[in-house]
């Protein structure tokens, strides 16, 4: 059964800084993974996905991920963190359906 | 395109009462979901269709909750009697079949439901 662990509940980091979201799966398959964004009150953004191809995969609004088989982990990163970056992050597993995360919520502090 | 579309927003009702949420999933999306996110943790799928059938609704407490897709396009999510621990957002989605594992799916807004 495929399943997401988020490792962390809660990232606080400074405007500028980078951000570092983890994220390990498990999976009977070469699943597919996703990240999801969900601002207060939004509904949920695809940021990326990864599907069998390069395993550096680039999302929207600077965030990237790379999926390392061998530890499966799919974690989010993102180079220097903006105010507008404060959200809940979701990782996303899929072998036939989504399967989510706990959730990351993201503060970024001025 | 048009993206997926739930009403009503924002629904507060009595424990023992019922309650019903519409979804009209993206034009041509055959395959339609229907996620219970509770405050604080991912959402949770509930039930799945394709077209007008049901794929999966292995996480459907079926003594309260029940939804269909008659058409094979919108569809509704009941659930009769509420109990407080159903104070969730419901979410709908949608995806071309075959395709969520490459592709994810389209959510929409969702509706928050309070149950007092």
């Known amino acids: 059964a495929q399943s997401v662990t988020q490792l962390d509940s809660h990232v606080s980091v400074s405007e500028g800084t980078p951000v570092l979201l983890r994220c390990n799966y498990s999976s009977s398959y070469s699943p597919s993974l996703f990240w999801y964004v969900q601002h207060p009150n939004k509904g949920l953004q695809l940021l990326l996905k990864y599907t069998s191809a390069a395993t550096l995969v680039k999302g929207i609004n600077g965030f990237e991920a790379e999926f390392k088989k061998s530890e499966t982990s799919f974690h989010l990163t993102k180079p220097s963190a903006h105010m507008s970056d404060a959200a809940e992050y979701f990782c996303?597993?899929?072998?036939?359906?989504?399967?989510f995360g706990a959730g990351t919520i993201l503060r970024v502090k001025s | 395109e048009a993206g997926v579309a739930q009403s009503p927003r924002y629904k507060i009702i009595e424990k023992r009462q019922s309650v019903a949420f519409w979804c009209n999933p993206i034009s041509g999306h055959a395959t339609l979901y229907w996620y219970q996110q509770i405050l604080g943790q991912g959402p949770k799928l509930l039930i799945q269709?394709?077209?007008?059938?049901?794929?999966?609704d292995s996480q459907l407490p079926k003594d309260r909750f029940s939804a269909e897709r008659l058409k094979g396009v919108d569809s509704t999510l009941k659930i009769q009697p509420a109990k407080l621990e159903d104070s969730a957002v419901y979410l709908c989605?949608?995806?071309?079949?075959?395709?969520?594992?490459?592709?994810?799916?389209?959510f929409g807004s969702g509706t928050r439901l309070t149950v007092v």
């Open positions: 996303v597993v899929s072998e036939d359906k989504l399967v």
């Open positions: 989605a949608s995806s071309l079949a075959g395709t969520a594992a490459n592709y994810g799916y389209t």
């Open positions: 269709f394709q077209n007008n059938g049901v794929v999966d």
